[in-house]
């Protein structure tokens, strides 16, 4: 565990310069790709687990940045109990008549606020969301 934290820390502060430079050649492009794959693996229903994998990364491939902080709770591996969910019922009805083609409207909406550069935290933040859209989950 403490390997991987402080790889996150070190990954965490990589210079500006070099954070821009990773956008404008390669971060756009390969978020992309990134969230076209993620949206492909979610439309499979049994690849959810792979998308909201690689929707997490998204600000680490675009910017070299990681979405978050590690909290003291996933260091020192603490369970703790989110809000309670809607049922699994509902959830899938909404994720079969709207979350999977609405998800791909929001998807497209986080791109076009990433590539603007003002917009990403936009971008982020709808990133950050997108399990609610996609399926109701509740953070």
């Known amino acids: 565990m403490a390997s991987r934290a402080a790889a996150h820390h070190e990954a965490a502060h990589r210079p500006l310069w070099l954070r821009v430079l990773w956008f404008v050649l390669v971060g756009w492009w390969l978020t992309l790709f990134t969230l076209v ?6 439309l499979t229903i049994i690849g959810l687990p792979a998308a909201f994998w690689l929707f997490d990364r998204v600000p680490l491939v675009l910017t070299l940045k990681p979405r978050s902080e590690w909290s003291a709770d996933e260091v020192m591996g603490t369970i703790t109990h989110g809000p309670e969910q809607l049922s699994f019922v509902v959830r899938a009805i909404w994720f079969l008549l709207v979350g999977w083609w609405f998800s791909g409207i929001w998807i ?3 791109y076009v606020m990433f590539v603007t550069v003002i917009g990403i935290p936009v971008g982020i933040v709808m990133l950050n969301v997108l399990p609610s859209v996609v399926t109701l989950q509740r953070n």
């Open 37 to 42: 794959l993620a949206y492909l693996c979610l």
């Open 108 to 110: 497209t909406g986080a």
